[in-house]
């Protein structure tokens, strides 16, 4: 009996040391850090470099880097993660599951973690719109990342066709613009429409324009907000953009093909988009493109754009060592020149002044002029409570409840005022929901 | 004479003699059935009265208030609309197109093997695999079918036109599944004894007539089977293909319940409105198979 379970122990002994050969000799010294990100493609690459990076500089930790799919998998996958306890230490969270993770109670605050770790990190140098997106009561949550904001990429070639230098600045210009593409047939289509256009063509239009989305500051001011956004001139959007969609100025995709070939195969001749396109973009050579501010309206002064991307979150229920483990690899991912290389190797905007100083004095947008335009948005005028950002609850929800009421709106089913206001309705009741939930947390 | 009811009771008291035996036969089944049905679905009814976050750290008991929400909501209720003509047409575009290839194949002497191997392909394709081909080929800029269709001046666009997105779903859904029917019909076509369609062809049938008056009431209770099982078929299985082609959309035209579960459910999180519309689907499932057999069966004539 005693030999059996002698010789049973010796046998584990021996596969727990074949096994160990097979694994890298540090991952048994080095303190693991699970970090699950939505960027896939040639950004996963960069993902994984960066982690490389990382790994290499030190010998304490290792940061796993996973790509749990896109964002709204990676964010299902965390929470199914959390609630059967095995959550990963780092996740990358878009901009619209904030409300959601800052009172999901599963969360460390970055900033307290980073003060706590007594780490270097100036959080008064990330650029504002930034920092005022994932602040809450002075204090950033979580660690920014990729940030972009959208911009217009336009075909020169085609612009030049129809007897245009560029882009005109204001909305109803630049819509006379693409009806004289499309009737000279410089272009089959003025605008390819993006799968994200909700953001860039609709939220992005009020930040600029300064018109509110919901009242209480865009929801910074307390769970009690409500959408308000068909009161506002979005309504004369909506309704400029049913009447391109009637008139074959602008394209949807579908699914099966994406709205950025639309584009780069010349088919389209601009295209409204997230300002980290610029890696997809640049490496299709087919035409000869550049990129312009969004356009604003006539009589309104245009302000900066809102962001878009994502954020690293802490998660709650780690031992202290890995949690030292986090903070070095935020404090790594802060420093000024990693964010350059990030900035110039992916499109993203680099989210420290730091790092645009860096980037502009080494003279990177002599050369990539299209490169500053998102920053230079970004900082445009002073944030007012409607360009700060957006801080709804249930916001993914409401998203798709919008999207789906525009897509009435394409079909002609629903005139732009009966489609935002049906968007509207049923975005406060998810702003309800979310608020019975979390009464007093906020 | 009839055999009485009593007779056949007592065939099955003859064959097992005691209560342990047919229970023992019964309980792997029975295990699977619990373990992949009745906690699950369980779950799910405990789940439709609370409202909770993603999270799980909050978690409020709201009696029916999961259940008001969604059908109070014009949403669910055109997801309801659009579930009903969507299995329906599904139903008897499968049918009526696995018939008429039935009919064709089984008069086919050569080549016969060849032509059903082609047919039966599509059930070897993933849905998935099968939605995106059925997106392509009638994608409003690129598909080469809408080319046809825009050269013969339709204005096709699935990604607009709510009606055209519901047909490509019917569509894509019924073609994966014609072969599912299509087998079950041939096996009950070749089980028409064939002395009654000669007798009918020498009285002077043609081949039509002998298929309509003779193989097609011969056929029925596979075709109610097959009926039924579109139906299942077409209530929760068409899951991937509408993921696929249209993500539910334009405007909710191709959303079907099974896939506004999964969208609240596993998209948004919402567990309570999600569970709450399991439960509810599982409901108009069951009481739609109840009058399915109340009232189809009673026109199907199992004793040819």
Not at chain 2, 26 to 46: D, N, T, Y
Request: with cysteine; glycine share 8%; net charge neutral.
């Amino acid at each position: 009996m005693n030999l059996t379970k002698r010789s049973l122990f010796t046998g584990m002994l021996a596969a727990g040391i074949a096994a160990g050969g097979v694994v890298p000799a540090f991952a048994q010294q080095r303190v693991e850090i699970q970090f699950w990100h939505a960027m896939s493609g040639v950004l996963g690459e960069r993902v994984d470099e960066i982690v490389k990076r990382f790994n290499d500089s030190q010998t304490k930790y290792a940061v796993v880097a996973t790509n749990k799919g896109n964002y709204d998998e990676v964010i299902n996958a965390t929470i199914a993660a959390y609630r059967a306890k095995k959550a990963p230490q780092i996740v990358q969270i878009y901009e619209r599951g904030f409300m959601a993770m800052l009172l999901s109670g599963a969360i460390v605050p970055v900033q307290d973690l980073m003060t706590e770790k007594k780490k270097q990190v100036d959080f008064s140098d990330f650029i504002k719109p930034v920092a005022s997106y994932y602040q809450y009561k002075g204090k950033l949550m979580s660690m920014p990342f990729n940030s972009s904001t959208p911009i217009l990429f336009y075909n020169k070639e085609q612009f030049e066709k129809a007897g245009f230098s560029g882009p005109a600045d204001t909305w109803a210009e630049f819509e006379k613009q693409l009806y004289a593409i499309k009737s000279k047939g410089a272009a089959e289509c003025g605008s390819s429409l993006a799968g994200d256009y909700f953001w860039s063509l609709m939220e992005n239009y009020s930040t600029v324009n300064d018109q509110p989305w919901g009242t209480k500051s865009n929801g910074y001011d307390g769970l009690d907000t409500e959408f308000v956004y068909n009161k506002t001139r979005l309504v004369q959007q909506v309704t400029r953009l049913q009447k391109w969609v009637n008139d074959g100025i602008i394209q949807i995709a579908g699914q099966g093909l994406s709205p950025q070939q639309l584009f780069t195969s010349g088919k389209c001749a601009t295209y409204f988009a997230s300002t980290a396109a610029h890696g997809g973009i640049e490496r299709e050579p087919s035409i000869k493109w550049s990129a312009t501010y969004l356009p604003h309206e006539a009589d309104l002064t245009a302000r900066n754009s809102s962001i878009g991307g994502a954020t690293l979150w802490v998660m709650k229920g780690h031992k202290s060592e890995e949690y030292d483990g986090v903070a070095a690899f935020l404090e790594f991912l802060a420093k000024p020149d990693l964010q350059v290389w990030w900035h110039e190797v992916t499109g993203y905007v680099p989210i420290s002044n730091t790092a645009y100083q860096m980037a502009k004095s080494a003279g990177y947008y002599k050369d990539h002029p299209t490169r500053e335009i998102a920053i230079l948005q970004l900082n445009r005028g002073t944030p007012t409570p409607n360009s700060q950002g957006f801080h709804f609850g249930n916001y993914t929800q409401a998203t798709f409840a919008l999207r789906e009421e525009m897509e009435s709106v394409f079909a002609n089913k629903k005139t732009p005022q009966q489609g935002l206001d049906d968007a509207v309705r049923r975005g406060n009741e998810l702003l309800r929901q979310f608020e019975k939930l979390n009464a007093g947390k906020y | 004479m009839p055999a009485p009811a009593g007779s056949t009771r007592g065939l099955k008291r003859a064959h097992f003699r005691e209560a342990r035996l047919p229970l023992l036969l019964l309980l792997p089944q029975l295990l699977v059935l619990l373990l992949f049905f009745f906690i699950p679905a369980l779950r799910a009814l405990s789940q439709s009265f609370v409202l909770t976050d993603p999270f799980g750290n909050s978690v409020q008991f709201v009696w029916f208030d999961n259940f008001r929400r969604l059908l109070a909501s014009p949403e669910y209720r055109a997801s309801i609309g659009v579930t009903f003509w969507f299995t329906l047409a599904q139903n008897a575009l499968t049918i009526v197109v696995s018939l008429v290839l039935a009919f064709a194949t089984d008069r086919i002497l050569r080549g016969r093997g060849f032509y059903r191997s082609i047919i039966l392909l599509p059930y070897a394709i993933a849905p998935v695999i099968a939605g995106i081909l059925w997106a392509f080929l009638f994608n409003t800029a690129v598909g080469p079918i809408s080319f046809v269709l825009h050269g013969l001046g339709i204005d096709w666009d699935p990604n607009r036109h709510g009606i055209d997105a519901f047909l490509l779903v019917t569509f894509a859904a019924s073609w994966k599944h014609i072969c599912y029917d299509y087998i079950f019909l041939i096996a009950a076509l070749l089980s028409v004894p064939p002395s009654l369609l000669e007798a009918a062809a020498v009285d002077g049938a043609g081949p039509l007539l002998r298929f309509v008056r003779i193989s097609l009431p011969m056929i029925g209770p596979t075709i109610f089977f097959l009926a039924v099982m579109n139906f299942v078929y077409g209530f929760f299985e068409t899951f991937a293909i509408v993921d696929a082609v249209t993500h539910g959309g334009p405007g909710g035209a191709t959303m079907i319940l099974v896939y506004k579960v999964y969208i609240d459910g596993f998209v948004h999180i919402d567990l309570g409105s999600s569970a709450a519309q399991s439960v509810l689907m599982m409901i108009f499932a069951l009481v739609l198979t109840v009058l399915q057999f109340r009232y189809v069966e009673r026109n199907v004539n199992y004793d040819v």
